[in-house]
């Protein structure tokens, strides 16, 4: 299938090279002649406009910074550019209200779009390993689906237009809330006198076991290998989870929710990113504690 990919960064350009894998046809597009020269070496056609690029395609893929970008791309360059007929796919993570306008334009200008943003870091985008929650109409999944597979592991319907980016800020927000309860429960068992291993041991097998204990511990030494056994390396960035945890908390807003615990975990991700832990993995939050 003849598939053009916008926004080749740390995501997407893992992921462009499992399409070629797959054995389609890819024409990359991206504003960064350093993520272009490697698309070409993953074995991409490159281009150096978006219009261009989605010229004669099938399917368009996306994997862009923010919402403001996405609209941008889609009312300008995909929109009335890309062939009728043509399903779309933005798997960045945006903003639900954007999700749904883009997805509207292009239901009106006559084409099947779907919100497929992902969870899995750069090491899942990779190697193919990405879980996808899509938000579309029945049809426009169907035709997503297959694309998606040769990206992820797992491709999950999740609703109608927006619901896979509720999906994702919804999970997020659990994800930064439990994280730092998990840190807190850490740090206090230690000022009790418990050792780390030793609580790990009860609390893993009682009802305080989550999967920021057990399957990503904040903890250096203790559970399974994870960031805080590489000094908070690699692993899912503070600047993202913050992110998320913005979006969802204008999701709430919007919504009407009173989110009172996610909004906490944004202030104190907030904090943590503007003391210079941007790029560290989002469990060092436990060495402010
Ligand atoms: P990135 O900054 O590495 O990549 C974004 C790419 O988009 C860059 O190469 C940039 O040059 C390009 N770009 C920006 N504006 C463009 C435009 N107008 N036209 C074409 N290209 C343009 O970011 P990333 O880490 O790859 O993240 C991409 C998306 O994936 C984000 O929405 C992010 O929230 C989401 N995400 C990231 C991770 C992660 O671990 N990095 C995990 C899950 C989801």
Redesign the pocket.
């Known amino acids: 299938m003849k598939i053009a990919f916008?926004?080749?960064?740390?995501?997407?350009g893992g992921m462009a090279a499992n399409l070629v894998k797959a054995g389609h046809d890819v024409r990359a597009?991206?504003?960064?002649e350093v993520?272009l020269a490697q698309a070409k070496d993953n074995g991409c056609l490159t281009f150096t406009t978006?219009q261009e690029a989605v010229q004669g395609v099938e399917a368009v893929v996306s994997?862009?910074?923010?919402g403001g970008?996405v609209e941008?791309?889609y009312t300008s360059d995909v929109i009335g550019h890309v062939p009728a007929g043509a399903v779309l796919l933005d798997?960045?993570?945006?903003d639900v209200a954007t999700a749904r306008k883009v997805v509207e334009a292009a239901e009106a200008a006559g084409y099947a779009m779907v919100d497929a943003?992902?969870?899995?870091?750069?090491a899942a985008a990779n190697g193919g390993t990405l879980t996808f929650m899509v938000g579309g109409t029945d049809e426009a999944f169907g035709r997503a689906e297959p694309i998606l597979q040769a990206m992820g592991k797992a491709v999950i319907h999740a609703g109608g237009a927006g619901t896979g980016q509720a999906a994702k800020i919804c999970n997020n927000m659990l994800l930064g809330i439990h994280m730092i309860g998990t840190c807190e429960a850490f740090a206090m068992a230690q000022k009790l006198g418990l050792d780390p291993q030793t609580f790990y041991d009860i609390s893993s097998v009682s009802s305080g076991q989550c999967w920021s204990m057990t399957s990503y511990c904040p903890v250096p030494g203790v559970g399974p290998q994870s960031p805080s056994d590489n000094d908070y390396q690699g692993g899912?960035?503070t600047g993202?989870m913050l992110?998320d945890l913005k979006l969802a908390m204008e999701a709430a807003e919007t919504a009407g929710v009173d989110t009172r615990m996610g909004r906490r975990a944004k202030e104190i991700y907030e904090a943590f990113d503007a003391a210079g832990n941007s790029t560290r993995d989002f469990s060092a939050v436990i060495t402010e504690l």
């Open positions: 916008i926004g080749l960064g740390n995501m997407g597009f991206d504003l960064s993520a978006a994997m862009l910074p923010n970008i941008r791309v798997c960045s993570t945006i943003p992902v969870s899995g870091g750069i899912f960035a993202l992110k």
